[in-house]
């Protein structure tokens, strides 16, 4: 059985943040049962050099809809980078759903080999779509999945494996 490049991609991003939007939930209850205020999870970081929680939603927010946008050919959406509480992160992670919802196979696949090539930072990156998703695409959005999950521990929130994996059974 092979895999199209759009189940390896779409579905992926999707229920990475769907799990990162359940972690978020996870922060809110453990702040509201501790008496503290969950929005100044918002702009905690690890270290000071790496991105709050804040940045790390809206990296991988923007890496899942500009991937599905580079992957179907299509028009990410624009969203500011201005979420301050656990409520606006869990609303910007939504609409990027919302978006990858909209984005369809037929307009992914048969693309493999398709140039992708895009500005970050100062350089310029050009993959081929396969190569895109690979090297580029998934890693960096585990990355910053990875890192907000890793905040979330580190003030507390009593997230385990499950929580980052989510369910982990067949459809």
Known sequence: MSLSLYEV???ALIRGLENLSRQIDKAAAYAQENGLNGDEFVQARLA???LSL???VQRASDTAKFGGARLSQGQAPSFADEEATLDELKARIAKTVDYLRGVQAKDVDGGDK???RFKAGQR????VADDYVRNYLLPNFYFHLT????????KGVPLGK????GNIQAA
């Open 48 to 50: 000071p050099d790496m």
């Open 9 to 11: 991609s779409v579905p």
């Open 162 to 165: 499950l929580d980052y994996l």
């Open 147 to 154: 890192t907000a999950y890793g905040l979330l521990r580190h």
């Open 114 to 116: 398709r140039e992708i």
């Open 54 to 56: 804040a940045g790390q």
């Open 124 to 127: 310029e990156l050009q993959f």
